[in-house]
C-alpha cells in the first residue's frame, strides 16, 4: 500500500531551501591587513615654482647698510607770511584808476590804483576852517596885544586871546595831520588819493576791479597783497603716524611739477602742533630760497624728507623684488630646483638703485636678482 504525501510539509521545505540559498548567496569578509595601501597626494604649493632652466638666473644676498631714514610727501608752494604785505586804502571811496594788475612785480613807491575820497574830502574841510580859525585868532591876539601894551584892557583878556590862538594853531596841526594819514598832502588839497606799494615784490592778491567802491579800512579786504618771492615756504601734509620721521632742520629734496628735473633743497623750520581732523595730518614747512623765481605760489611739489640720524636696514637691489597685487614678493631657493614666492615688506627706493626691506628677511638671505624676469619665465 502506497503512503500519501501530506501537502502541509510543502511550506516548511520552502522555507529551508529560502535560508539555505541565502546562505550561499552572503558576502565574505575583508581581511584590512590584506588589502593594498591607499596613498594621499598632497595639493601642489601655489607659492612654489620650478622654473625650467634655475642656472640662468642669479641669487643676490639681502645686506645690512646704515641709511637714513626718509619720507616722500606732497606740498604746495606759499609766500612767507614775513615778506607779505597788505595794501590798503586809509579811507572809503570810488576808484578811478588801476595801474597794477594781480602778478604784476611792482617797486617801493610805484602808484597802484587812485581814488576819489569823501573821507579825505572832509578832512581837506576841516583842515581850511582850521586855517581860517587860526588866522582870525592870531589877528584877535594881536590887537590885545596892543591894547594891553597901552593899558587899554586886562591882563585876562590878553591870556584868552593867547589860549584861543593856541587853541587854533592846534586845531591846524590836527587837521593836517588827518589828511596826511587819509593819503593827501596839504602841498596840493585835493579828494583824490594815490595808494602806492609799501615794499617791492609780486601782486599775489588783487581784490579790486575797475571803478569799485572801496569801503573804509575795518570792513574791507585787502586792495592788493604784494609779497618778496625770493625766499617762499613749502606747506606738507604729513599723516600723523608719519610725523615721528620728521624734525625740525631736516634737509628735503624739493621737485616741482612744472620742472620734475630741476631738484631743490629745503629745510624743516615748523611742525604744526595742529592736526586737520579731517584729513588726520599735520602742516610741515619748509623754507626755500627762490632767487631763481622757479617757484610761485599754489604749485604742486613733492618732498622727500632725509632724517638726519641713520638706522640699520636691510637692503636688496630694486630688481629682486616684484609688485604683484599690492603687494611686495621675492623669489627664494628652495630644496632642488625648486623656488617659493616669500611676500615682504619693502620700504623706501634709494638712490644707487637699492630698495629698503622692512620685513619678510632676514640678514644673508638669497633672492633671486630679477624677479620680474624670472616670473616671466616660470609662466611660460
Known amino acids: 500500500m502506497k503512503r500519501k504525501l501530506s501537502y502541509s510539509a510543502l511550506p516548511v521545505a520552502a522555507a529551508a531551501l529560502a535560508l539555505g540559498a541565502a546562505g550561499c548567496s552572503r558576502p565574505e569578509r575583508v581581511n584590512a591587513a590584506s588589502s593594498v595601501p591607499v596613498t594621499v597626494e598632497a595639493a601642489p604649493d601655489p607659492a612654489t615654482v620650478e622654473p625650467p632652466h634655475p642656472e640662468l638666473f642669479q641669487l643676490v644676498q639681502a645686506e645690512q647698510r646704515k641709511v637714513h631714514d626718509d619720507l616722500t610727501v606732497t606740498g604746495v608752494v606759499a609766500p ?51 586855517l581860517a580859525d587860526e588866522v582870525l585868532a592870531r589877528r584877535a591876539l594881536e590887537r590885545a596885544q596892543t591894547l594891553y601894551d597901552h593899558g587899554a584892557v586886562a591882563q585876562k583878556d590878553l591870556e584868552t586871546a593867547e589860549d584861543t590862538a593856541a587853541k587854533a594853531k592846534v586845531d591846524v596841526g590836527t587837521t593836517a595831520e588827518r589828511i596826511r594819514i587819509l593819503g593827501g598832502t596839504t602841498g596840493n588839497l585835493s579828494p583824490i588819493t594815490d595808494i602806492k606799494a609799501p615794499v617791492s615784490g609780486t601782486i599775489v592778491e588783487q581784490n579790486v576791479a575797475g571803478p569799485a567802491a572801496v569801503k573804509s579800512l575795518d570792513n574791507s579786504p585787502n586792495l592788493f597783497t604784494i609779497a618778496d618771492l625770493s625766499h617762499v615756504w613749502l606747506l606738507c601734509d604729513v599723516y600723523e603716524n608719519n610725523l615721528a620721521q620728521v624734525h625740525l632742520g631736516d634737509l628735503a629734496e624739493v621737485r616741482l611739477n612744472a620742472y620734475p628735473d630741476r631738484p631743490l633743497r629745503g629745510r624743516v623750520s615748523n611742525i604744526s602742533k595742529v592736526l586737520d581732523p579731517n584729513t588726520r595730518s599735520a602742516k610741515v614747512r619748509l623754507e626755500m630760497e627762490n632767487a631763481a623765481g ?25 630688481t629682486a623684488i616684484l609688485r604683484l597685487h599690492d603687494k611686495d614678493w621675492v623669489f627664494r631657493p628652495g630644496e632642488g630646483n625648486r623656488f617659493r614666492r616669500v611676500e615682504i615688506q619693502a620700504g623706501h627706493a634709494m638712490d644707487d638703485g637699492t630698495q629698503q626691506i622692512l620685513g619678510g628677511l632676514e640678514p644673508g638671505a638669497k633672492v633671486v636678482a630679477n624677479a620680474l624676469q624670472f616670473s616671466s619665465a616660470v609662466e611660460q
Do not use: C, W
Not at 576808484?95 to 581837506?124: F, K, M, N, P, W
Not at 622757479?294 to 640699520?312: C, I, K, Y
Open 80 to 130: 612767507d607770511v614775513s615778506r607779505t604785505v597788505p595794501v590798503n586804502s586809509m579811507s572809503g571811496g570810488r576808484i578811478i584808476e588801476i595801474h597794477a594788475r594781480l602778478g604784476d612785480d611792482v617797486v617801493q613807491g610805484q602808484l597802484l590804483l587812485r581814488l576819489t575820497s569823501q573821507d579825505l574830502t572832509a578832512a581837506i574841510s576841516d583842515y581850511q576852517k582850521a
Open 294 to 318: 622757479l617757484m610761485r605760489p599754489g604749485m604742486f611739489a613733492t618732498a622727500r624728507f632725509v632724517s638726519q640720524s641713520t638706522s640699520t636696514r636691510l637692503v636688496l637691489p630694486a
